[in-house]
Each structure stands twice: as C-alpha cells, then as structure tokens.
C-alpha cells in the first residue's frame, strides 16, 4: 500500500510546489505594479511552470492575483500579531498595531509592496492593512479608553477614519525614505490615540515603550 501511494505523494508535492511558484509570481508582479498588463504567459515564465499547469490551480489572472494577495495579508496579519506578546491590554495591542504597520515598509517591504497594490481599489480598510483584525482592535481601544461611553451607532464613522488613516500611512510611506516610516506611524498612533479618547500622558507612555522588532532586518540595535 505504502509503494502504490508513493507517485500519489510526489503528484501532490509537485502540485503544491507548482501553485507557489504561481502565486509567488503574481505577488513579484503586484509589487511591480504590472498586474494589468500581465499576460498568464508571462506568469506562467516567471514561475518557471508550464503555461498549461496555470490552468490546474486557478481559472483565470483575476483569481490567481486576488489568491496572492489575500495570501500576502494572511502574512502580515500573522507577522503583526507575533510581534504583540500575549495578554497585552487592549489600548496597547492597537497602538502596537499601527506603528508596526506603518513600519511595514521597512521591516517587511515585499509584504508592504503586494499590500500597497490594491489599497486604491478597496473601502478603507476592507482589504487592505487594517482589514477586519485591525477593526476589531480599534473597537476594544474605544471601548477600553471610553469605558461605558461607547454606544454602537457612534462607532462607524470611527472605524471608518481610523481604519482609512492607517491605509493611507502605509501608502505614504512607500514613497519616503525608510528614516521616516517610524516618526509617521508614531504620529499616527498619537493622532488615533486622541481621537479614540486616550489623553496626552497616556499617549506619551505608550509610544515610549519599544516597538518591536525595533529596527529592520539587517539593521545595528
């Protein structure tokens, strides 16, 4: 039984190996910003796979790219969270969240590069950075700065801006040198921190703590 299952094995692994080949190619190319013009021949080259095995893993360009960069916001949604030890109070959890996003650039740039590609496309904060997870955390730092405060109906337009604002940060910092992407995030975490209801001591302690990882791959601590 265990040699009849053998070429089933390697079909399976050849298969896998083949699809993220695929998808690594259409995360190179969202980077590059060539999504449109991309031809399936051409992903197909740069994955080094058969033009035929495209067909086996997805119907169509718009599939495969929309596969690769959900895959790419699973990535950093698990990078952000690993970096946010466990328990951490909710008011800390958030602001962590956004200086490590608007740090994204710097610390996981082939990450922040795929996520910047369709950000003009999305509703702040649908698909982008701060997708649901994100929300969520702005939601319990409302709530755990305005304790008994918050009533439901206030907290759309909230979401909204600051979901919307973090979006825009790690847009911006595409286009700035890497020394400015922590001094925006900080500054917009002290921003969200007023408008979410924290005064200025608090804010200061918070954005006095580290932000870890603290510097880039690469970089001298």
């Known amino acids: 039984?265990?040699?009849a299952d053998e070429p089933t094995g390697r079909?399976?692994?050849?298969k896998t190996r083949t699809r993220a080949?695929?998808?690594?190619?259409?995360?190179q190319i969202l980077a590059e910003g060539g999504a449109d013009s991309a031809s399936i021949q051409a992903i197909a080259e740069r994955a080094d796979v058969g033009f035929g095995s495209f067909y086996n893993h997805f119907q169509s360009k718009t599939e495969l790219f929309a596969t690769a960069y959900a895959e790419a916001f699973q990535a950093y949604?698990?990078?952000?969270d690993a970096q946010i030890p466990a328990g951490t109070d909710p008011v800390a959890r958030f602001?962590?969240?956004?200086?490590l996003t608007g740090r994204l650039g710097l610390l996981r740039p082939e990450i922040a590069r795929v996520l910047t590609s369709r950000l003009a496309e999305a509703a702040p904060g649908e698909?982008?950075?701060?997708?649901p997870g994100l929300r969520v955390a702005i939601l319990d730092a409302l709530a755990a700065l305005n304790p008994g405060r918050v009533e439901p109906t206030d907290t759309e337009v909230t979401v909204i801006a600051a979901a919307?604002?973090?979006?825009?940060?790690l847009r911006a910092t595409a286009h700035r040198p890497a020394r400015e992407h922590a001094r925006l995030a900080d500054s917009l975490a002290r921003d969200l921190l007023r408008?979410?209801?924290a005064d200025d001591d608090r804010s200061a302690a918070l954005l006095a703590e580290p932000c870890p990882p603290a510097t880039a791959p690469g970089e001298d601590h």
């Open 195 to 197: 408008m979410l209801g």
């Open 1 to 3: 039984m265990e040699v």
């Open 164 to 169: 919307g604002a973090i979006d825009a940060i």
């Open 77 to 80: 949604v698990a990078w952000r």
């Open 95 to 99: 602001v962590m969240s956004v200086r």
């Open 127 to 131: 698909h982008g950075p701060a997708g």
């Open 11 to 14: 079909n399976t692994r050849r």
């Open 21 to 27: 080949a695929l998808v690594r190619a259409a995360q």
